[in-house]
């Protein structure tokens, strides 16, 4: 059993766009430049999805959050291929975490790079740790409304004969 | 016959030397006081030392948590699209694999919803009914990820 014909799901067709087609050490090792130079997009998925939690919701944001890192990865392919993936290889090989610590030298050749030729400041540290305030035009979801059932149990009347109960007790250590 | 003349053994002149009975101290470099404070200093040091590299740490695992939250929207949206993907491949497969039964409805056992109050609801099925349709080992690789990549 799987989910019923009645309820929407998006075709194959609209689901179907390029993916960002990087592995997790390259997609680190960019995370700084690409997360400043999508934020507005990133916010608006995220603020999407934690509102209404479904992800048919947020298909078109995703869409956007998918087509600007694309650009932004193309961008960093066209001017800083060489530090880029020398940077990456060094994340991917210096420790198990894909710490940033022990690839200072070739993070500075990268941002050196990103700084020249794409006018790209690297985020401080802590920058998408911090608490963001994101301006949107997105309607505020409505409260979940209140459910009301039809057929609440009726009280019994007053002089409802309350007989003693049939087999005693329903405590069965106290008897 | 008298030529052997007894000799006594006398003390060397001037005496015996006295014996060193006195209790002879350790050489003192340092005070009792100067000892509390040279460890107290130390340990002062050494803590300070001890707090900076904290403050390093914390902030490499700061720089690791930010980065991962700066492409978590990234990997979000591939991963909804994806798992909406295959929601539909498994309903698409269900009611191919059902077609022929008499009364069955896909995502009902025969008509019975799961959850009655909200028929039109989005529910996200359970991991097992998720995988059910695909083979087996992309669900092992996702169950035992640890282990297995």
């Not at chain 1, 990087?22 to 509102?51: D, I, P, Q, V, W």
């Not at chain 1, 694309?70 to 994340?91: D, P, T, W």
């Not at chain 2, 295959?86 to 009902?108: F, I, P």
């Amino acid at each position: 059993m799987s989910i019923p014909e009645e309820v929407y799901l998006p075709t194959e067709e609209e689901l179907t766009v390029t993916e960002v087609n990087l592995t997790g050490n390259l997609l680190k090792a960019a995370a700084f430049h690409y997360g400043k130079a999508c934020l507005s997009e990133n916010n608006e998925f995220m603020l999407c999805r934690n509102e209404l939690d479904d992800p048919r919701a947020c298909i078109n944001e995703g869409k956007a959050v998918t087509s600007c890192a694309l650009n932004f990865f193309r961008q960093v392919k066209k001017s800083c291929a060489g530090e880029f993936m020398q940077y990456a290889n060094c994340i991917d090989k210096s420790s198990s975490t894909s710490a940033y610590g022990p690839c200072r030298k070739t993070q500075a050749a990268f941002d050196k790079c990103m700084k020249d030729n794409l006018n790209m400041e690297r985020a401080p540290f802590d920058y998408f740790a911090r608490v963001h305030v994101h301006k949107t035009d997105r309607p505020r979801p409505l409260p979940e409304p209140i459910p009301h059932f039809p057929d609440p149990p009726v009280a019994l009347p007053e002089d409802a004969p309350k007989p003693p109960a049939k087999y005693g007790s329903r405590y069965l250590f106290i008897w | 016959m008298d030529s052997v003349t007894k000799r006594q053994e006398m003390p060397p002149d001037g005496g015996y030397k006295t014996i060193p009975f006195k209790r002879v101290p350790a050489r003192q470099f340092f005070s009792g006081y100067a000892l509390i404070g040279g460890y107290l200093g130390m340990t002062a040091g050494a803590a300070y030392i001890y707090y900076l590299n904290c403050l390093q740490v914390q902030k490499e695992e700061i720089e690791l948590r930010s980065g991962r939250i700066a492409i978590e929207p990234l990997l979000k949206a591939e991963r909804d699209r994806e798992y909406l993907k295959q929601l539909r491949r498994n309903r698409d497969e269900e009611a191919k694999l059902m077609a022929n039964v008499e009364g069955w409805k896909v995502g009902t056992l025969y008509g019975e919803p799961i959850f009655k109050t909200r028929p039109d609801a989005f529910i996200e099925p359970k991991f097992h009914e998720y995988y059910m349709h695909t083979d087996l080992w992309s669900q092992k690789l996702r169950q035992y990820f640890v282990w297995l990549s």
